[in-house]
């Protein structure tokens, strides 16, 4: 069964409740009942399985059998069965190591797939799954949704925003209502057949729903930066040669691993290259020269927040740069409505749900007017709507003549904003190329560029 | 992707010293420490250091982990050392070099040695030892509460995750244009800063590992049963009887040499 809900829809909750971690007393405002066979979820606890977004805080130990054993041993399974019942799990989900392999070592969608047979193990009778597969690239993701589609005898309940990928794995679709009540309950061609516009309009991805491309009208401009045989030690290769250009958006792509992330941060100035030459030399510029030159959103948004209201957040980086505070307040009032947070100026930061800290995020970077702006995965976890604003502010950016570098997996967001396509660890493919589809296991940092 | 990725992969002991149980082997460090803690003379560490030092081969811990798990016990000792020789109350003897007489330099090396005596087993027992294989030991030798030890445990798993953290809040305050430059209230300032959100995003992982944790039945109530086996053999009980006879047979020698000082009452 597939659940779906816009962001604040309440499904985390909902999720929480039924795997019995959720204790009504504690948290105010609960209405209704939640039953797990006939019972209380927190009697019923040993029967359901929660597997969550992020594979990082799910693993306990250090090895991969210890981890998977640690469910066992809290459920008091017998030490002469434990074992086979790892290895068994292990088997389940397809691990390619024995037992010994630090889970350390494994890429993310190693990782999913272990706390998947922690889980498993147990032999739940419902399995929880909250966005399993929205913080891998998309070779981790098709890991994790083969073990799924494998899963036998167990009721299976998906929290998915990439509802195409996953709907081969379900046969029952369920929308929430925020604040309440069931929207849709059905099999998933009916669903969407009737209300998939509507479902669209809300944040849900609905399949089959065209994107729309919104790639550079004219041709671009004069080069903004310039990147020759950068070299990093936590990068398998060199960087390609890059040159990015006012009014152009480039897309970064490459598997997990290929050190993506150190390129954003080498090209926008944050990390000092080992070798190779950047000009403008970021890297070596006081930060406040930097800001006003390149912009850097990173991967977690929270990262970037260091003021105590969203207003105070646009502020901060025109004061750095010595703009006088009515100059400043002029800047933040254009982002607040540009990024549609005029309502939650006076909000925390890290109180905004994520599509609001993704549009924050790139507001911070944009509020010292960079010439270059470096995005790294922009688009992560974000839900449909998010997506397409996200879109539409970075197109209207590179069309008022900024230079975007998007490190990016999401093969449609590429798609969609690219003018360019570069792939670490291979050759630069033209507009339109796309990236090969899957592009092959973690270790494979070869590119393809069809002809 | 982990940018930290070595720092976060376990060596994995293994070797005569790792394969003894664990608690057996923090009551022989603390026997041998004890006996150390008691004795002010030289003859005692002396003696002591010269056991360890011929444990390292029987212990099968590589050369080069032991340096490294003790990198920072052999820096202090160097500079309690330095730092009696020059600075200390004893001023006999011919004098050396500027404030460093035979005296004073007899009183740092002394305290440098004790410092190295009393802290190397410690450190050999801990590049010898599985984090893990202690939790372990600790909860069915010890009877040490589950939720500690592998709570512990879980957390000293995210340590790696909080220095890439660290470094990840660094780079993201420069893209904001905010750096400290040569001022340095403006760097404790903004050190302090980081440290907070440091901390804040901390308790926000740690309370998901938690909840990871408790969805998989910890501390459900249920009996726990315990997948790897820690028991107490022959070759532990050698161990630690073998410790508390160096730490004995050090005062022992000491005292039958006269150069025996303890810690009270001399």
Same mark, same amino acid.
């Given at each position: 069964?597939?659940?779906?809900?816009?962001?604040?829809?309440?499904?985390?909750?909902?999720?929480?409740a039924?795997?019995?971690?959720?204790?009504?007393?504690?948290?105010?405002?609960?209405?209704?009942?939640v039953?797990?066979?006939?019972?209380?979820?927190?009697?019923?606890?040993?029967?359901?399985?929660?597997?969550?977004?992020?594979?990082?805080?799910?693993? =306990?130990?250090?090895?991969?059998?210890?981890?998977?054993?640690?469910?066992?041993?809290?459920?008091? #399974?017998?030490?002469?069965?434990?074992?086979?019942? %790892?290895?068994?799990?292990?088997?389940?989900?397809?691990?390619?190591?024995?037992?010994?392999?630090?889970t350390?070592?494994?890429?993310?969608?190693?990782?999913?797939?272990?706390?998947?047979?922690?889980?498993?193990?147990?032999?739940?009778?419902?399995?929880?799954l909250?966005?399993?597969?929205?913080?891998?690239?998309?070779?981790?993701?098709?890991?994790?949704?083969?073990v799924?589609?494998?899963?036998?005898?167990?009721?299976?309940?998906?929290?998915?925003? +990439?509802?195409?990928?996953?709907?081969?794995?379900?046969?029952r679709?369920? %929308?929430?209502?925020?604040?309440?009540? =069931?929207?849709?309950?059905?099999?998933?061609?009916?669903?969407?057949?009737?209300?998939?516009?509507?479902?669209? &309009?809300?944040?849900?991805?609905?399949?089959?729903?065209?994107?729309p491309?919104?790639?550079? &009208?004219?041709a671009?401009?004069?080069?903004?930066?310039?990147?020759?045989?950068?070299?990093?030690?936590?990068?398998?290769?060199?960087?390609?040669?890059?040159?990015?250009?006012?009014?152009?958006?480039?897309?970064?792509?490459?598997?997990?691993?290929?050190?993506?992330?150190?390129?954003?941060r080498?090209?926008?100035?944050?990390?000092?290259?080992?070798?190779?030459?950047?000009?403008?030399?970021?890297?070596?510029?006081p930060?406040?020269?930097?800001?006003?030159?390149?912009?850097?959103?990173?991967?977690?948004?929270?990262?970037?927040?260091?003021?105590?209201?969203?207003?105070?957040?646009?502020?901060?980086?025109?004061?750095?740069?010595?703009?006088?505070?009515?100059?400043?307040?002029?800047? +933040?009032?254009?982002?607040?409505?540009?990024?549609?947070?005029?309502?939650?100026?006076?909000?925390?930061?890290?109180?905004?749900?994520?599509?609001?800290?993704?549009?924050?995020? #790139?507001g911070?970077?944009?509020?010292? +007017?960079?010439?270059?702006?470096?995005?790294?995965e922009?688009?992560?976890?974000?839900?449909?709507r998010?997506?397409?604003?996200?879109?539409?502010?970075?197109?209207?950016?590179?069309?008022?003549g900024?230079?975007?570098?998007? %490190?990016?997996?999401?093969?449609?967001?590429?798609?969609?904003l690219?003018d360019?396509? %570069?792939?670490l660890?291979?050759?630069?493919?033209?507009?339109?190329?796309?990236?090969?589809?899957?592009a092959?296991?973690?270790?494979?940092?070869?590119?393809?560029?069809?002809? | 992707?982990?940018?930290?990725?070595?720092?976060? *992969?376990?060596?994995?002991?293994?070797?005569?010293?790792?394969?003894?149980?664990?608690?057996?082997?923090?009551?022989?460090?603390?026997?041998?420490?004890?006996?150390?803690? $008691?004795?002010?003379?030289?003859?005692?560490?002396?003696l002591?250091?010269?056991?360890?030092?011929?444990?390292?081969?029987?212990?099968e *811990?590589?050369?080069?982990?032991? /340096?490294?798990?003790?990198?920072?016990?052999? *820096?202090?000792?160097?500079?309690?050392?330095?730092?009696?020789?020059?600075?200390?109350?004893?001023?006999?003897?011919? $004098?050396?070099?500027?404030?460093?007489?035979?005296?004073?330099?007899?009183?740092?090396?002394?305290?440098?040695?004790?410092?190295?005596?009393?802290?190397?087993?410690?450190?050999?027992?801990v590049?010898?030892?599985?984090? $893990?294989d202690?939790?372990?030991?600790?909860?069915?030798? /010890?009877? *040490?509460?589950?939720?500690?030890?592998?709570?512990?445990?879980?957390?000293?798993?995210?340590?790696?995750?909080?220095?890439?953290?660290?470094?990840?809040?660094?780079?993201?305050?420069?893209?904001?244009?905010?750096?400290?430059?040569?001022?340095?209230?403006?760097?404790?300032?903004?050190?302090?800063?980081?440290?907070?959100?440091l901390?804040?995003?901390? $308790?926000r992982?740690?309370?998901?590992?938690?909840?990871?944790?408790?969805?998989?039945?910890?501390?459900?109530?249920?009996?726990?049963?315990?997948?790897?086996?820690?028991?107490?053999?022959?070759?532990?009980?050698?161990l630690?009887?073998?410790?508390?006879?160096?730490?004995?047979?050090?005062?022992?020698?000491?005292?039958?040499?006269?150069?025996?000082?303890?810690?009270?009452?001399?």
């Amino acid at each position: 069964m597939l659940l779906l809900a816009p962001s604040g829809g309440g499904k985390s909750t909902l999720l929480a409740a039924l795997a019995g971690l959720h204790d009504p007393e504690s948290s105010g405002r609960s209405k209704g009942t939640v039953l797990v066979d006939g019972r209380d979820p927190r009697q019923a606890r040993l029967r359901t399985g929660l597997v969550l977004q992020d594979p990082q805080s799910q693993l =306990v130990m250090a090895r991969a059998g210890d981890d998977v054993a640690f469910g066992l041993e809290n459920h008091g #399974v017998p030490r002469e069965r434990m074992w086979q019942r %790892v290895d068994e799990a292990l088997a389940a989900v397809g691990f390619p190591y024995g037992r010994d392999r630090p889970t350390a070592a494994l890429s993310g969608g190693e990782q999913q797939r272990l706390a998947l047979a922690g889980v498993l193990a147990l032999r739940p009778g419902l399995l929880l799954l909250d966005e399993p597969t929205a913080q891998l690239d998309p070779a981790g993701a098709a890991l994790v949704r083969d073990v799924l589609a494998r899963v036998r005898g167990t009721t299976l309940l998906l929290v998915e925003h +990439r509802v195409a990928e996953a709907l081969p794995l379900v046969d029952r679709v369920v %929308v929430l209502e925020p604040g309440g009540g =069931v929207v849709v309950d059905g099999p998933p061609a009916a669903v969407f057949a009737e209300h998939g516009a509507a479902l669209a &309009a809300r944040g849900v991805w609905v399949p089959g729903l065209p994107v729309p491309r919104r790639r550079a &009208a004219g041709a671009p401009g004069a080069a903004v930066l310039t990147a020759a045989g950068l070299r990093h030690p936590r990068l398998r290769s060199r960087l390609p040669d890059l040159v990015l250009r006012a009014g152009e958006a480039v897309a970064l792509t490459g598997p997990n691993g290929a050190g993506k992330s150190t390129c954003a941060r080498m090209v926008g100035g944050l990390v000092r290259p080992a070798d190779g030459e950047l000009a403008p030399p970021l890297h070596r510029w006081p930060a406040r020269a930097l800001a006003g030159f390149a912009g850097s959103v990173f991967q977690d948004p929270e990262h970037q927040f260091l003021s105590r209201t969203v207003a105070d957040e646009l502020e901060l980086g025109p004061l750095r740069l010595g703009s006088a505070p009515a100059t400043a307040r002029r800047r +933040r009032d254009e982002l607040l409505a540009r990024l549609q947070l005029e309502h939650l100026a006076e909000a925390n930061p890290f109180t905004l749900s994520g599509g609001e800290q993704r549009r924050l995020s #790139v507001g911070t970077a944009l509020a010292t +007017r960079p010439q270059l702006l470096v995005l790294d995965e922009p688009t992560f976890g974000q839900d449909a709507r998010t997506w397409l604003e996200l879109l539409d502010l970075l197109a209207g950016l590179r069309d008022d003549g900024a230079a975007l570098l998007a %490190v990016t997996h999401d093969e449609a967001f590429a798609e969609a904003l690219a003018d360019r396509t %570069v792939v670490l660890g291979g050759e630069v493919a033209p507009a339109g190329a796309g990236v090969g589809s899957g592009a092959g296991a973690d270790s494979a940092p070869a590119a393809t560029v069809p002809s | 992707m982990s940018l930290l990725g070595g720092l976060a *992969v376990p060596e994995v002991a293994d070797g005569r010293l790792a394969r003894r149980n664990p608690v057996c082997g923090l009551l022989g460090v603390t026997l041998l420490t004890l006996a150390l803690v $008691v004795s002010l003379d030289v003859v005692t560490p002396l003696l002591v250091l010269g056991a360890t030092l011929l444990a390292v081969p029987w212990s099968e *811990v590589p050369v080069s982990r032991l /340096l490294r798990t003790a990198r920072l016990l052999l *820096v202090s000792a160097v500079a309690v050392g330095v730092t009696n020789a020059l600075f200390g109350t004893t001023r006999t003897g011919e $004098v050396l070099l500027g404030p460093i007489t035979t005296g004073s330099a007899e009183t740092g090396l002394a305290i440098a040695l004790r410092v190295v005596a009393i802290g190397l087993p410690g450190i050999l027992l801990v590049a010898a030892t599985d984090p $893990v294989d202690l939790a372990d030991s600790l909860v069915q030798q /010890l009877r *040490v509460p589950v939720k500690f030890a592998y709570g512990t445990l879980a957390a000293l798993r995210l340590l790696p995750l909080l220095a890439e953290e660290w470094e990840t809040q660094g780079l993201a305050r420069r893209a904001r244009g905010v750096d400290a430059g040569r001022n340095p209230v403006a760097r404790l300032a903004l050190f302090a800063g980081q440290v907070l959100s440091l901390l804040v995003g901390a $308790v926000r992982r740690g309370t998901r590992l938690a909840t990871a944790m408790d969805a998989r039945g910890f501390g459900s109530g249920l009996p726990r049963t315990a997948a790897r086996q820690q028991v107490v053999r022959t070759p532990d009980v050698v161990l630690v009887l073998a410790c508390t006879a160096v730490g004995l047979g050090a005062i022992v020698t000491s005292v039958l040499l006269g150069t025996w000082r303890p810690l009270v009452g001399g």
